[in-house]
């Protein structure tokens, strides 16, 4: 028995495999799937199970009718490729799911045929219905020599049970439990091993290449695109970077009219299309980003480094942290640490809680600042250029620290628009830590917005200001 998540490939794998990344802030819902336009069963697939989910979540939670607000709950969904070569694909799928009375997770694998007209599950890697039977008596096995597994909950075994299954790189099966499927306590994932010599004659034709596309996963290559092709998404060669900003010294924000424009959930496909408007506009910002996609994209978050940005940490997994242990807190800080230092050679110097949930444990644990804001774009929701553009303007005040998404093209097509605005009305563009001064961000405290400069009402009747 193994209480190991399963590793997943890298999605550079599959050149045309786009990462959709949707959420909710107010309901703490986070969403991150995949769409392959050479395999349209594969979007088709993902964006049903991603609108399901969202739908199912939001009808079980709905707001309080006498005060508006939502139930403390949360849904978070996210999408890792397990298996692939010149003819199958699978991708793993863990859905955590929390309300009043508890929560858990889910785990999903879809098996894809390259080419084929249909979703697959665990039951097509098996041949006959006598293969599949001695398969469930092995997991059986396996999976009651647990102190913690209650037999009586798999003595019948149903299929459902079993609908996430893999292959690690020896051969061996691996069997995913959702939390809580096999006697209260079983929080996991509980992945039960069946060893590949039992496996192995147990599988049909596409078993056989499933197991060998997880055994040993090759890229996909697209028709006319040589091998070489096959490499991860990057942003601008270093070569090709512009240089960094003027120099933001001699900056004092107790004087002027200061904000600090902030990014999270990145770096996305356009965010280099972002950092272009920042550059042009002059306007050094915060980027918060999170583990995978730092991952992704390491080249973007150098070049966000060498333009003079600040680089924040946004977690792994965009859990709600206020729902988590202090041993996951600390590794969804510190996996996303990693993934930064990698890429800039220092880990981030601030903290962004997902959902903007915090508390005294994950503030001490975070051991940055922990930062907020105090004016919300909403872009999230609305995906509407022209609303971003209106409530970043209207909203901020000296001081203020705005919240958008990089991983959303509406934003990023906001932004030209927003620092042309905001400069006509006598701003300054800075980091976070630029914009709280001298008096300087303290690890495991909170910050929405910086001090209110004294000259705020002046500011704002007009009567002075840049």
């Given at each position: 028995?193994?209480?190991q998540?399963?590793?997943?490939l890298?999605?550079?794998l599959?050149?045309d495999?786009?990462?959709?990344?949707q959420?909710?802030?107010?309901?703490?819902?986070y969403?991150?799937?995949f769409?392959?336009?050479?395999v349209?069963?594969a979007?088709?697939?993902?964006?049903?199970?991603?609108?399901?989910?969202?739908?199912?979540?939001?009808?079980a939670?709905?707001?309080?009718?006498s005060?508006?607000?939502?139930?403390?709950?949360?849904?978070?969904?996210?999408s890792h490729?397990t298996?692939?070569?010149g003819?199958?694909?699978?991708i793993r799928?863990n859905?955590?799911e929390?309300?009043?009375?508890?929560?858990?997770t889910?785990?999903?694998t879809?098996?894809?045929a390259?080419?084929g007209?249909?979703?697959l599950?665990?039951?097509?890697?098996?041949?006959?219905?006598?293969?599949?039977a001695?398969?469930?008596?092995f997991?059986?096995?396996?999976a009651?020599s647990?102190?913690?597994?209650l037999?009586?909950?798999?003595?019948e075994?149903?299929?459902?049970l079993l609908?996430?299954?893999?292959?690690?790189?020896?051969?061996?099966?691996l069997v995913?439990?959702d939390?809580?499927?096999?006697?209260?306590?079983t929080?996991?994932?509980?992945t039960?091993?069946?060893?590949?010599e039992?496996?192995?004659?147990?599988l049909?034709d596409?078993?056989?290449?499933a197991?060998?596309?997880s055994?040993s996963?090759s890229?996909?290559?697209?028709?006319?695109?040589?091998?070489?092709?096959?490499?991860?998404?990057?942003?601008?060669?270093?070569?090709?970077e512009?240089?960094?900003?003027?120099?933001?010294?001699?900056?004092?924000?107790?004087?002027?009219?200061?904000?600090a424009?902030?990014?999270?959930?990145g770096?996305?496909?356009?965010?280099?299309a972002l950092?272009?408007?920042?550059?042009?506009g002059?306007a050094p910002?915060?980027?918060?980003v999170?583990?995978?996609?730092?991952?992704?994209?390491p080249d973007m978050?150098q070049?966000?480094a060498?333009?003079?940005?600040?680089?924040?940490?946004h977690?792994?997994n965009?859990?709600?942290?206020?729902s988590?242990?202090?041993?996951?807190?600390?590794?969804?800080i510190?996996?996303?640490?990693?993934?930064i230092?990698?890429?800039?050679?220092?880990?981030?110097?601030l903290?962004r809680?997902p959902f903007?949930?915090?508390?005294s444990?994950?503030?001490?644990?975070?051991?940055?600042?922990?930062?907020?804001?105090?004016v919300?774009?909403?872009?999230?929701?609305?995906?509407?250029?022209?609303?971003?553009?209106?409530?970043?303007i209207?909203?901020?005040?000296?001081?203020?620290?705005?919240?958008m998404?990089?991983?959303?093209p509406?934003?990023?097509?906001a932004?030209p628009r927003i620092?042309?605005?905001l400069k006509?009305?006598?701003y300054?563009?800075?980091?976070?830590t630029?914009?709280?001064?001298?008096?300087g961000?303290?690890?495991g405290?909170?910050?929405?917005?910086?001090p209110?400069p004294a000259?705020?009402?002046?500011?704002e009747?007009g009567?002075a200001?840049r």
């Amino acid at each position: 028995m193994d209480r190991q998540n399963t590793d997943s490939l890298p999605i550079s794998l599959v050149p045309d495999l786009e990462v959709v990344a949707q959420s909710d802030e107010h309901r703490r819902i986070y969403t991150r799937h995949f769409e392959v336009p050479s395999v349209p069963e594969a979007t088709r697939v993902q964006r049903e199970l991603v609108k399901d989910e969202v739908e199912a979540f939001k009808g079980a939670n709905v707001p309080d009718v006498s005060t508006g607000t939502f139930p403390v709950a949360e849904l978070n969904l996210r999408s890792h490729l397990t298996a692939l070569s010149g003819q199958v694909m699978a991708i793993r799928v863990n859905t955590y799911e929390s309300s009043g009375t508890g929560g858990g997770t889910r785990y999903l694998t879809q098996w894809f045929a390259l080419g084929g007209p249909r979703v697959l599950g665990t039951r097509d890697l098996f041949d006959s219905d006598d293969d599949w039977a001695e398969f469930k008596e092995f997991v059986l096995q396996a999976a009651t020599s647990d102190t913690l597994v209650l037999t009586g909950s798999l003595r019948e075994l149903d299929d459902s049970l079993l609908d996430s299954v893999n292959f690690d790189a020896q051969g061996n099966a691996l069997v995913e439990f959702d939390d809580n499927s096999l006697g209260a306590g079983t929080i996991g994932p509980v992945t039960v091993t069946v060893a590949a010599e039992q496996v192995s004659a147990l599988l049909s034709d596409f078993g056989a290449l499933a197991r060998t596309a997880s055994m040993s996963p090759s890229p996909r290559i697209q028709p006319g695109q040589s091998q070489d092709a096959v490499a991860p998404e990057a942003g601008r060669s270093r070569s090709q970077e512009p240089g960094p900003p003027s120099s933001r010294r001699g900056i004092d924000c107790r004087t002027e009219k200061c904000v600090a424009l902030t990014f999270d959930d990145g770096p996305g496909p356009k965010t280099g299309a972002l950092l272009d408007s920042l550059r042009r506009g002059d306007a050094p910002s915060t980027f918060f980003v999170t583990g995978p996609n730092a991952m992704l994209r390491p080249d973007m978050l150098q070049r966000m480094a060498s333009e003079g940005h600040e680089i924040g940490n946004h977690t792994w997994n965009h859990r709600s942290l206020t729902s988590l242990s202090s041993a996951q807190i600390r590794s969804e800080i510190d996996r996303t640490n990693d993934m930064i230092s990698r890429a800039v050679n220092q880990p981030a110097t601030l903290m962004r809680p997902p959902f903007g949930a915090h508390n005294s444990i994950s503030d001490r644990l975070a051991s940055t600042p922990v930062i907020l804001w105090d004016v919300d774009t909403l872009d999230w929701k609305h995906r509407n250029t022209e609303k971003v553009v209106d409530a970043a303007i209207k909203q901020t005040r000296p001081g203020s620290i705005v919240l958008m998404h990089d991983i959303h093209p509406s934003t990023v097509a906001a932004v030209p628009r927003i620092l042309s605005g905001l400069k006509d009305k006598g701003y300054t563009f800075v980091t976070v830590t630029e914009l709280m001064g001298p008096a300087g961000l303290e690890a495991g405290e909170s910050y929405a917005h910086a001090p209110r400069p004294a000259k705020l009402d002046n500011w704002e009747t007009g009567k002075a200001g840049r």
